[in-house]
Each structure stands twice: as C-alpha cells, then as structure tokens.
C-alpha cells in the first residue's frame, strides 16, 4: 500500500476523555469518533489497556497517530502535569502502543499536533488550546519547534497559565473575567513569540467573546484527526 493510502489511527488523550477516529490521508473519518472517560491518575499501563479495549471495534488502520497533554519526546513521556500519576515520567507510550497495537505509532503534545493541522507553513506560527489546561505549539515556516512547555509557567497572581485559564479556572471565575484573562495571554504570547499568525484550538476556543485581531483565527476541535495524518508527514 502506498503512502497514500494508508489509514492513520488518531488518538487524543485529554485531560477528561481518551478520543480516537479512523481517518484517511485527507482526516476523513472513516470510522465513529469513540471516546471514554480519562482514567485519570491510573498507571500508564492502564491507558495503554483502556486505549487497546476503546480502538479494537474501529477496524483496521496502518499507523498510529496519538496527542498526548504533555510533554513527550522520541515516544517517551517527560512529563503528565494533568493525568495525575507520576509513573508516567519517562514511560515509553509509543513502543507500549506498539506492542499493544502492533502498528508504528508517532506521539506529539497535543497542542503541537493540533497546529500541525491548521498551519500554513509560513512564517512564525503559533497555536493555543483553551481546554483542561493551557496548550501551546509553535512553528517556523511549517517546522515544529521544540515544545515550550508554557502551560506550567507562572502568568498572574503566582499561578500559571494552566491554572488560570483551564476549564476549572473558567467556571471558578465566570466567562468575562476568563476572558479578560484570554486576552492578557494572547497579548504574553504575541510579545514572547512575535508571531505572524496565532490558531486558537480547545473545546473553550468557542467561549471568547471579545473580537479577535486579523492574525488571530479560532480553529475547529476536530483539528486534532487532521493533525494526527500531518505528524505521519512530518
Ligand atoms: C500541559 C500541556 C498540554 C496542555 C493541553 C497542559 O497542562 O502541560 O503539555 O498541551 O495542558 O492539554
């Protein structure tokens, strides 16, 4: 099968819910979007287990593609701020999934994953997602920068950018004050990166309500599928 057909099996590992698609070259869906709840604070080996149990009735695929909430490197996780077990420090997850799923498997912050679907390859780009926590991924003209994890890094009042704009932050707060908070960040990041075009991503992306800039654009959750195929082209 030649690589342009092959089928990418996309994993989203998210702060309350493990989501995974069949998709093709194009991220068409070619299966249902299933999706369990995050067995948060349980060992690795167990998401490895419940990931196996949640992709078995999608059928067959040729590759893997996963977004992970943290920081990973060569399929090794660095770290899991969100998932609330520390065994995952230095868990190798992609050869895990390989050997559960048999397939070669690629994994990339899930922030990074989601820009990798949206950008366009030119130029310093940037892209945040508002959900659980505070995603970021950055690239130069279409390259993937290192990640920054900026998420953990302190934003107001001695908290970080995680806690004071995750979703329990914004339903502690209210909309207009994590808004205003959404638009302090945006103003750090465009400041700390310069970049020519910001992408916001992340199921909070549709709770802003002030009227964003020309380089700033909302982007859809589904970009998550889209990204998981461009990571196999990266
Ligand atoms: C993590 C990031 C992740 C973000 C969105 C943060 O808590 O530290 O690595 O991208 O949440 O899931």
């Known amino acids: 099968m030649d690589g342009a057909h092959k089928l990418t099996l996309g994993i989203d590992i998210g702060g309350t819910g493990l989501k995974a698609a069949v998709v093709d070259e194009d991220a068409r869906m070619l299966t249902d979007r299933v999706r369990v709840a995050t067995p948060i604070g349980a060992p690795p ?3 490895v287990e419940v990931l196996a149990g949640l992709v078995a009735p999608l059928g067959a695929f040729d590759r893997v593609a996963v977004g992970f909430p943290g920081v990973v490197r060569n399929g090794r996780v660095l770290t899991a701020a969100n998932l609330g077990n520390d065994t995952w420090i230095g868990f190798d997850l992609a050869q895990a999934l390989e050997a559960s799923l048999a397939k070669p498997v690629r994994i990339a912050n899930d922030a990074d994953l989601q820009g990798l679907a949206v950008i366009a390859g030119k130029g310093v780009e940037m892209v945040i997602t508002l959900g659980t926590g505070f995603g970021t991924g950055l690239y130069l003209d279409g390259r993937l920068a290192p990640h920054l994890e900026i998420a953990h890094h302190p934003f107001r009042h001695g908290e970080t ?7 329990v932050a914004r339903k502690e707060i209210g909309g207009s004050r ?11 990041m465009r400041r700390l990166t310069n970049f020519d075009h910001l992408f916001i991503g992340g199921g909070n992306a549709k709770k802003i309500d002030f009227a964003l800039a020309p380089d700033v654009t909302v982007i859809s959750n589904e970009a998550g599928m889209e990204g998981g195929v461009a990571l196999w082209r990266h």
């Open 178 to 188: 994590w808004n205003k908070r959404v638009e302090k960040a945006i103003g750090n």
């Open 161 to 167: 950018y995680d806690q004071q704009l995750g979703n």
């Open 45 to 47: 080996a167990k998401f």
